[in-house]
């Protein structure tokens, strides 16, 4: 073993020092140091519920039930200046596709007031989501 393996570097910072006895903001949304974000955001689920009150309006016209019944909306991601709501349709192929898009998009927007992205996912409906035994 030589010295140079027993040595130890020390390091030095080029940056600059930080002011001290002063506070810094956090980021708008975000929490300040030491603190975790809510668990629970009452405001964004107040949203999230009014717009599925609104999509019960939504029916899919060859079961006559509506959309939330039938459990086709999986997922409603609400940001500032869009939402997205993700959906399945009951059939692969459903006729109704364009014009139950169209009405979940205007129904979510009546609520939210700013554009509503419509994104149809890949996954299969399962009538036992909605509770329906056939």
């Known amino acids: 073993m030589t010295d140079t393996d027993t040595q130890t570097s020390e390091t030095t910072s080029n940056a600059p020092a930080q002011p001290t006895g002063g506070t810094t903001t956090p980021a ?5 140091a ?23 309006s939504v029916v899919d016209p060859e079961i006559g039930m509506n959309v939330v019944e039938l459990a086709l909306i999986k997922q409603i991601v609400l940001g500032e200046d869009t939402t997205e709501i993700k959906m399945i349709l009951t059939t692969p192929f459903c006729p109704y596709a364009g014009s139950m898009i169209a ?32």
């Open 28 to 32: 708008a949304g975000q929490p300040a």
């Open 103 to 134: 009405q979940v998009q205007e129904q979510a927007e009546s609520v939210v007031e700013h554009p509503v992205k419509v994104t149809l996912l890949a996954e299969r409906w399962d009538p036992r989501d909605a509770g329906l035994m056939w």
């Open 34 to 56: 030491g603190q975790s974000a809510p668990a629970f955001d009452a405001e964004k689920r107040a949203i999230e519920l009014a717009i599925l009150d609104n999509l019960r």
